[in-house]
C-alpha cells in the first residue's frame, strides 16, 4: 500500500467502525466542556463524568463558579487527582471570562491558551467540539496509533499533530481525532493489545511495531 492507500484505508475503516461518534466528555455548552476536559488531565473520561454532575450542580457557568471558593471546588473535584491545580485553574479561568469575554468562552485558540492551567490540546478540543472548528487534538491514544500505523515518527504530540493534518483532510479532523480515540480504547490499547481485533494496525501498521508484537507474543507463549 502507498501512504495515500493507508490512509483512506484508515478513514473508510473508521467511518465503518463509528458512522457515529459519541463525545467522550458529557457537557452541555463550551464552558462545560472547557471545564471537563480539564478536568480530564491525567484521569479518565468516566471519572469526570462521575465529578462533573457534582460540580456543575454548584456551578455551571463562571458566574456561579466565582462564588465557590477554590478550596470548594477542590473538594468537589479531589478524585480526578491533580485537585490543588485544577482547581485554581477553574476559579481563575472562571474569573478571567467574567472580566474580558462577559463570561463566554472565546473561539480562538491563541485566547483560550491564554487562560489558567488550558494548554494546547484543551483548547483544541474545545474549538473542534464546541464550536466546529476544524483542530486536531492529540491525546494518548491517537499518539500511538499514529505511530502504530507510520503515519507519525511518534517523538512528540506536537510532531504527531503535524502529521496529522498534514496527512488527513482538514474537514475530517474534528470527525478523525474522535474515532481514533475510541479506536485505540477499544481495539488497540497500550495495554492487553490483540492485533487480531486491531484491523488497521494489522493491515497497514509499520513493520517494526508488527514484528515488536509477535516477538513479544512469541515470548509469552
Known amino acids: 500500500m502507498t501512504k495515500q492507500e493507508k490512509v483512506n484505508f484508515t478513514i473508510e475503516k473508521l467511518d465503518e467502525i463509528y458512522p457515529t461518534i459519541p463525545i467522550p466528555l458529557d457537557h452541555k455548552d463550551p464552558y462545560t466542556l472547557l471545564i471537563a476536559v480539564l478536568l480530564s488531565a491525567q484521569s479518565t473520561d468516566v471519572r469526570v463524568n462521575q465529578i462533573t454532575p457534582l460540580l456543575f450542580q454548584r456551578a455551571d457557568n463562571p458566574f456561579d463558579m ?34 474580558k469575554y462577559d463570561g463566554e468562552v472565546p473561539q480562538n485558540m491563541e485566547l483560550l491558551e491564554e487562560l489558567p492551567s488550558v ?96 516477538k513479544t507474543k512469541k515470548g509469552r507463549n
Open 119 to 214: 494548554g494546547h490540546k484543551t483548547a483544541s478540543v474545545v474549538v473542534s467540539q464546541a464550536f466546529g472548528i476544524p483542530a486536531f487534538p492529540v491525546d494518548t491514544h491517537i499518539h500511538r496509533l499514529m505511530y502504530r500505523w507510520g503515519f507519525s515518527n511518534g517523538k512528540n504530540v506536537v510532531q504527531t499533530e503535524k502529521d496529522a493534518k498534514r496527512l488527513f483532510p482538514e474537514e475530517l479532523w474534528n470527525k478523525l481525532h474522535l474515532q481514533i480515540i475510541w479506536y485505540g480504547r477499544e481495539y488497540s490499547p497500550a495495554r492487553g493489545w490483540d492485533l487480531e481485533k486491531d484491523v488497521i494496525t494489522s493491515t497497514i501498521g509499520r513493520k517494526s511495531v508488527l514484528d515488536e508484537y509477535h
Open 66 to 99: 466565582v462564588k465557590l471558593t477554590v478550596e470548594e471546588i477542590r473538594d468537589i473535584i479531589r478524585p480526578v487527582g491533580l485537585s490543588p491545580m485544577k482547581s485554581k485553574g477553574i476559579y481563575g479561568l472562571s474569573k478571567i471570562l467574567i472580566e
